[in-house]
């Protein structure tokens, strides 16, 4: 995005633009000034996200670069229209990282129909083996939502998310997702292990810099003080 | 148990990969320039290198991952003349930024740096490799200083599809039979698109002769048992498919431009580039034809931090720090190397995998770089550096500890948040849906042939488009988002519109042919690829 592109664009264009970052803007404002704001909001938003980005993620978005950050889409239409949704009752759970997971789901309208009069919820379960019945929790859904973001309690456990219909205080299912798995983010310490064995293990993680400063800041913040905590203070 | 000497073993690992971007239906289109840049930035420049080692008589090995996306592009006829003409309007401006500057002392030599790049460029690409720079890459794996694998067909961030076992079948299939026709050999291993590792996708690799991937450093670190030698040998995923671990520490060393080699104040500044500081009127034709600004690929400057006073690049400075970041890279392996080696049984294995793009497009001394790095370790007397491949390790290393990786990428974090985040998690639940109905497809229609069985491949091949790991990373890091949705949106159209007119027992043909002319991926593919027994 650059200065001469929004200069190219309409009043209104600009003002439905500074409406989508989210800019507050004053209808007196002039127009060098609004093109000033969204830049500048443009930017620190750049800033962000690539603060957020790893090495790999920061360059690798480089062989896409071509123009300047066309984030924004000008398009006055859909040129292809996709269903907003299949009509079937289901959900689905993707796992995103160790602590948390994304469900999608759909109530088909029969459905929707029947419930119209109560409440739905998201119901996540955590299995734990040899326990017959899994432990779950609720997050209150409306018939409008289909997704969500779910902070799972543990890692290395199982888990599957079905959404209830709560009408009279208990939960009958409407459908049952698939499990995912949060894997582990702790060492294997089952056989014991000795300061050497912890030691060489550090040395062994490639996390780090052996001939100098250590890597830390570009280390996932998470594993640093796994490996941290789980074995020893790290010296200078 | 032998103690090892002081030796280790280096293996370097290029991935190249780009979507698939092909539009005959524009005079010009700005994302096929992605193709273009790094073609003249990156791929040209690297074969350069390897050919002048090749000549010179340095032994060289290196791991090279080519897309099948990205070698379908290579080989189409369409696209290769698409990059003459492209190469022929940057020798162009080349010759008109020399007349502009033909009084500037500083700038002058720039202009006739790119001038020199931009002709070697379609010397090497027209006559040397007759427009198909696989035929290059081939004989250098012939001669045995590359070994060439393959990633998934469209790079699908495959733990996003783990749900579907046809889909994941369809990614890895259709890669080995792809890089087998462009090859000539099936590939040995394969790059897991952005590292993505799910437990049981060890299965898929086995199924397709896959003996090996490269798998994120805490995907080893937290397998199922402890890695009794970190990531520095391989685990045995328990069906004697091996996960090599990557070195993070040696990697960063080049990828950042904070505290690695690219930041340096001697090399090419990436952000200043003739595109968007020279005058519409004047650089028009070599931006788009609608006057929005972009990349030519003229860059002036060296890096200078935050400041506004840009100091002209000097191309012999940047060259003799490429020399010394290549002595400085070699130090830190031996060093390295000094520090395990004598800790593990066998000599260990740094893995250092990069994206090809990093050297050359982002890092423009790359290629310098990795030049210098080769011959230094082929001139080194101690000799405590080899350069290996994962199948020149397999053949001298059998045991193997046995322990399973877990879910893991290269991503921020190291799992999916990339790839599923706010800006890109609508996509998979149709991307899932229109796997299950090329499914329901395929059991409806078993056996097609003729015009049926056209329509029902090219619905596989939307399918898959419509996969590709590009979209939900490109939305994520925001560089060219409307292009993606829309690919996104447009895949998933085309397959709908097949799903639906099958369905009905109609197939427009006219329109087939257009988009099979079009989107003309992966000819062999079979669309009972997605029948999971």
């Known amino acids: 995005m650059t200065r001469e592109r929004l200069q190219s664009l309409s009043q209104k264009q600009l003002s439905t633009l500074s409406d989508k970052i989210g800019i507050d803007t004053d209808p007196e404002m002039d127009r060098e000034a609004l093109i000033d704001s969204i830049l500048e909001a443009l930017e620190e938003d750049r800033i962000e996200r690539e603060q957020l980005n790893n090495l790999v993620v920061r360059v690798k978005e480089k062989k896409y670069d071509i123009s300047q950050d066309e984030e924004l889409d000008f398009s006055e239409f859909d040129e292809y229209v996709i269903p907003e949704r299949y009509n079937e009752t289901r959900i689905a759970l993707l796992l995103r990282d160790p602590s948390w997971a994304y469900a999608y789901w759909e109530i088909k309208d029969t459905d929707r129909n029947k419930l119209k009069n109560g409440s739905v919820a998201l119901r996540v379960h955590k299995v734990t083996p040899g326990k017959k019945e899994p432990d779950f929790f609720d997050i209150p859904v409306t018939l409008d939502d289909n997704s969500w973001y779910i902070n799972l309690p543990d890692t290395n456990a199982e888990y599957f998310a079905e959404v209830v219909s709560t009408i009279f205080g208990g939960g009958k299912s409407l459908c049952r997702s698939n499990p995912v798995y949060s894997p582990k983010t702790e060492f294997d310490d089952s056989n014991g292990s000795s300061e050497m064995d912890k030691e060489n293990l550090l040395l062994f993680s490639g996390m780090y810099d052996l001939a100098g400063a250590s890597s830390f800041s570009r280390i996932p913040q998470r594993i640093i003080s796994m490996l941290d905590n789980q074995y020893l203070q790290m010296k200078g | ?533």
């Open chain 2, 1 to 533: 148990m032998t103690r090892s000497r002081n030796k280790g073993y280096l293996n370097f690992v290029l991935h190249a990969h780009l979507p698939f971007v092909r539009h005959p239906e524009y005079e010009r289109f700005l994302e096929e320039n992605w193709l273009f840049e790094a073609l003249s930035e990156t791929y040209l420049p690297l074969l350069r290198v390897f050919e002048q080692l090749k000549a010179d008589r340095i032994p060289f090995r290196l791991t090279l991952s080519i897309s099948p996306t990205l070698a379908s592009m290579l080989n189409d006829e369409f696209l290769q003349g698409r990059y003459v003409s492209h190469l022929k309007r940057l020798i162009e401006l080349s010759e008109k930024e020399l007349k502009r500057l033909k009084n500037d002392r500083q700038f002058k030599p720039l202009a006739k740096m790119y001038n020199e790049l931009f002709s070697r460029n379609l010397h090497d690409f027209y006559e040397v490799y007759k427009k198909n720079i696989l035929k290059g890459l081939r004989q250098l794996e012939k001669d045995g200083y590359l070994d060439i694998i393959t990633t998934a067909a469209t790079h699908s961030f495959l733990p996003l599809y783990q749900n579907y076992p046809a889909a994941i079948d369809a990614q890895i299939q259709t890669a080995v039979i792809s890089h087998g026709r462009l090859f000539g050999k099936e590939p040995s291993g394969m790059w897991l698109p952005e590292c993505g590792f799910f437990p049981g996708l060890e299965r898929y690799l086995k199924s397709s002769n896959l003996n090996y991937f490269y798998s994120s450093a805490h995907g080893i670190l937290f397998a199922e048992e402890k890695p009794k030698s970190g990531v520095y040998a391989p685990l045995d995923c328990g069906n004697g498919v091996l996960a090599f671990g990557r070195d993070n520490v040696m990697t960063n060393a080049v990828w950042s431009a904070e505290d690695g080699y690219p930041g340096d104040f001697a090399y090419r500044e990436f952000y200043r580039d003739i595109g968007f500081d020279l005058p519409a009127d004047y650089i028009l034709e070599y931006i788009q034809p609608d006057g929005m600004r972009v990349n030519t690929g003229f860059k002036y400057y060296r890096i200078t931090g935050k400041t506004e006073d840009k100091k002209a690049y000097i191309p012999e400075d940047a060259a003799e720090k490429a020399k010394e970041h290549a002595e400085n890279f070699l130090y830190k392996i031996k060093n390295k190397i000094r520090k395990i080696a004598p800790l593990m049984d066998k000599p260990p294995y740094i893995a250092a995998p990069f994206d090809a793009e990093l050297f050359g497009h982002w890092w423009f001394e790359g290629p310098i770089w990795i030049d210098q790095v080769l011959r230094m370790i082929a001139a080194d007397e101690e000799k405590s550096i080899e350069l290996v491949c994962p199948s020149d390790y397999l053949k001298k290393q059998k045991n193997h500890q046995k322990a399973l990786p877990s879910f893991s990428s290269w991503g921020n974090k190291g799992y999916a948040e990339v790839w599923l985040d706010g800006t890109n998690d609508w996509i998979y639940r149709h991307t899932h849906k229109a796997i299950e109905r090329m499914q329901e497809l395929v059991i409806r229609f078993p056996n097609e042939s003729g015009l049926k069985e056209r329509v029902l491949n090219q619905a596989a091949r939307e399918v898959m488009l419509a996969q590709a790991s590009d979209w939900p990373f490109i939305m994520e890091t925001g560089t060219t988002v409307p292009y993606a949705v829309r690919r996104v949106k447009e895949h998933l159209f085309n397959f709908t519109t097949i799903y639906d007119n099958l369905s009905r027992g109609n197939v427009n043909t006219e329109w087939l042919t257009k988009l099979e002319k079009k989107n003309n991926v992966f000819p062999d593919i079979d669309y009972r690829i997605f029948l999971r027994e």
